[in-house]
């Protein structure tokens, strides 16, 4: 079992940045692809970046590419979410996610945090 817990979310202007940090505990985070989602009220959870499990590989979506930096410290067991330039279109309550297998699998995302919310003022 993996626990995580995310923080740093919070309400911040349009253009401004927040970074996002997931906390998993034991020691099988290193075992595990990460990714980042976001679920905005009304709208399906999106992926929004994922990351192999050395952090050799990084995915992110189109609308995030330039603004938003996906990482990890396994040492610390922590998976970042460094996030630029935010739009008002990105409010939304931000998951991370632990992946077993492949990081490009949406399905295989098995281990949830609570979420913590992005709110981007105008």
């Known amino acids: 079992q993996v626990q995580l817990v995310e923080s740093g979310g919070g309400l911040v202007q349009a253009g401004g940045s927040l970074r996002l940090s997931c906390a998993a505990s034991?020691?099988?985070?290193?075992?595990?692809?990460m990714g980042w989602f976001r679920q905005a009220p009304g709208k399906e959870r999106e992926l929004v970046a994922a990351?192999?499990?050395?952090?050799?590989?990084?995915y992110y979506r189109n609308s995030g590419e330039g603004r938003f930096t996906i990482s990890r410290d396994n040492a610390k067991n922590t998976a970042y979410l460094q996030m630029n330039s935010l739009k008002p279109e990105d409010t939304a309550v931000y998951y991370c996610?632990?992946?077993?297998?492949?990081?490009?699998?949406?399905?295989?995302?098995?281990?949830w945090g609570q979420g913590t919310q992005v709110t981007v003022s105008s």
């Open positions: 996610a632990a992946n077993s297998g492949s990081l490009y699998d949406r399905t295989g995302y098995n281990y």
């Open positions: 034991g020691r099988t985070f290193s075992s595990y692809a």
């Open positions: 990351i192999s499990v050395s952090g050799s590989i990084t």
